[in-house]
């Protein structure tokens, strides 16, 4: 198709690339004002190739709700990608025998489904199901210029097809180029931040699993199904961890992400190094590679991987930014696709509040806060945390903490669509705020705990699945609730904090009394409050 052919040369929203979070806002655009006139200007002919195309293959579940109820593409995720077997970790820095460290994931999978997503294969199917959806998806097309209109005049953007220039107007501009930030360069509101950790990463065309790594019967009747290749398995070490993540063309995904200073760039950045630093870090892994060396697919890096952004939405110039084109955080929890499913729905609603003839400037500086919020409130999850990933005492526990404070507050504001009400959000703002403390200063005291802990690695299994309170808080991500029972539900989660902070540091404590604590004070349950029962797989009372 081409745009100007037609003589909607003036379209409602322009949307500046048609990777994920481009195709996924204009389907839920769509859906949401079917009469609403879209064009989405992708740089990239399709179909484009599967497997070695993008990362952001594994999905948790905010992006998984997003994509199959939000989005209504659960029986597609089913039918054409893979369903997660969650994440799993494997404390195997220089160890061979896979079945000889700590393992920390579940053994049967978790009620709440999340997804592995060949990003090739969804791109495509996305583009097709747009234009069956009445939604202009013009691939191929390079944007070259645009002019952001002034005094709610229309926007103008100057893209070429083959070699040959058009032009359209639009009210609404969306920049979800990506990593090419269009109008986040036009407008200088890039914004760094101090995470200083690379990545790279490549795919190959066969299968890696672990279970092959063992013949170690019980370790292999640990997992019901007995599929631990469908999980996202995190070999981790001090200072990094490595993905492995299976792709439904039958890929396999594996990347390496390094704290800067830990493992530089110019020791992992060409194929031959990264499988020379495997060899010495992962030796198992590169002893799977080393037999498929000749499947090798693709090879990529990025330095410095995450960023800020000064501003993602203005109501008042009717321009966005989503994805990657605004803020990126770090790989470890898979946070990427969250983020465009939460940016997507603040978008969506603004420009269904401004074709009702709302004026949405003060809903844009409100949507934009909260969305700065979960970045901010994201970034010391990550932010000087790599030295402790290869600790198989403390790692496990932040992983619950990182899961509890994800899955009890985050996800439930996504879950239960409270996102966009703004007075349920002021309603909640003292529990969140404290939620928000007590993980800043658990995020402190895991730090601290990493750095004297001893990091036993013991030959186990630390399984989520026997925690029934885990169980139940994934479970009850999709509970419909309504607003009273959303309010105690988020009460329910921050008592569930506190009660899990003073597990986690009465653990820590008992073996290093002098690990400091003052800035949990008056966060934590009063002394006796907490409940007989462990919720840390028993660790703490073996500890006592
Ligand atoms: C190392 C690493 C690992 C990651 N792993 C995960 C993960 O496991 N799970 C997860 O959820 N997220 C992950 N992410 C994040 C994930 O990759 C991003 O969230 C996601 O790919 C961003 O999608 P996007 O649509 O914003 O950008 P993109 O997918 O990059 O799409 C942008 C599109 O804009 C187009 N474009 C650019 N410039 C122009 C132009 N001038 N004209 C026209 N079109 C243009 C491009 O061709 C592209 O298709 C990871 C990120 C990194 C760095």
Redesign the pocket.
């Known amino acids: 198709m081409n745009p100007t052919d037609t003589p909607h040369a003036v379209h409602d929203v322009v949307i500046?690339?048609?990777?994920?979070?481009?195709?996924?806002l204009a389907l839920q655009l769509r859906q949401r004002l079917p009469g609403l006139d879209i064009l989405v200007?992708?740089?990239?002919t399709h179909p484009?190739p599967e497997a070695a195309h993008?990362?952001?293959?594994?999905?948790?579940e905010i992006?998984a709700h997003y994509l199959a109820t939000v989005l209504g593409l659960k029986d597609y995720l089913e039918q054409k990608q893979l369903k997660k077997f969650g994440f799993r970790f494997f404390f195997s820095d220089r160890a061979m025998d896979i079945a000889r460290v700590t393992e920390l994931g579940a053994s049967r999978v978790l009620p709440t489904p999340s997804y592995q997503?060949d990003?090739g294969l969804l791109?495509n199917d996305l583009a097709t199901l747009a234009r069956e959806r009445g939604i202009r998806f013009q691939d191929g097309?390079?944007?070259?210029n645009f002019t952001l209109g002034t005094r709610g005049g229309p926007h103008r953007v100057h893209?070429e097809v083959a070699g040959a220039a058009h032009a359209v107007e639009c009210r609404w501009l969306i920049d979800?180029?990506?990593?090419?930030g269009?109008v986040k360069r036009r407008l200088d509101l890039a914004q760094g931040n101090a995470h200083d950790v690379n990545?790279v990463?490549f795919r190959i065309g066969a299968r890696i699993d672990v279970n092959e790594w063992s013949d170690d019967p019980a370790w292999l009747a640990r997992c019901t199904p007995p599929n631990r290749w469908l999980s996202?398995n995190h070999l981790v070490g001090p200072g990094y961890w490595v993905?492995l993540?299976p792709l439904a063309s039958g890929s396999h995904s594996v990347?390496i992400?390094a704290d800067a200073t830990a493992h530089p760039l110019d020791r992992l950045n060409s194929f031959d190094k990264a499988m020379a630093w495997l060899q010495v870090h992962q030796p198992r892994l590169h002893q799977d590679l080393q037999g498929k060396r000749d499947k090798l697919q693709d090879f990529a890096f990025?330095k410095r991987?995450?960023y800020g952004c000064k501003q993602v939405f203005s109501g008042p110039d009717r321009w966005a930014l989503?994805?990657?084109?605004?803020v990126?955080l770090?790989?470890f929890y898979?946070?990427?696709?969250?983020?465009?499913a939460i940016a997507n729905t603040f978008i969506t609603e603004l420009i269904v509040q401004d074709r009702c003839g709302t004026d949405v400037a003060r809903l844009a500086s409100m949507y934009q806060r909260i969305y700065f919020l979960f970045y901010e409130s994201m970034l010391p999850i990550y932010l000087g945390q790599y030295p402790l990933f290869g600790n198989a005492e403390v790692l496990p526990m932040k992983v619950l903490w990182d899961y509890t404070f994800y899955w009890g507050v985050m996800c439930q504001l996504f879950f239960q669509n409270r996102l966009t009400n703004v007075m349920a959000m002021a309603r909640l703002q003292k529990s969140l705020t404290e939620a928000q403390r007590l993980n800043l200063a658990m995020q402190d005291f895991l730090r601290a705990w990493g750095a004297v802990s001893a990091g036993r690695n013991p030959a186990q299994m630390l399984d989520q699945a026997s925690l029934p309170w885990f169980v139940e808080l994934n479970r009850g991500l999709t509970d419909e609730l309504d607003d009273a029972a959303f309010a105690e539900r988020i009460e329910a989660s921050l008592a569930r904090l506190r009660l899990l902070a003073g597990q986690i540091t009465a653990l820590a404590l008992a073996e290093h009394p002098a690990l400091e604590t003052s800035a949990l004070e008056g966060l934590l349950p009063a002394p006796g409050a907490a409940v007989a029962s462990s919720m840390l797989f028993g660790l703490d009372a073996a500890a006592a």
């Open positions: 500046l690339g048609g990777g994920l979070a481009g195709l996924t200007l992708e740089r990239r484009v993008k990362v952001g293959e594994s999905s948790v992006q997503l990003r791109e097309s390079l944007v070259r893209f979800a180029a990506g990593r090419a269009l990545a990463w996202t993905w993540i990347g992400v990025f991987f995450s989503t994805g990657e084109a605004g990126f770090d790989p898979s946070p990427g696709g969250d983020f465009i």
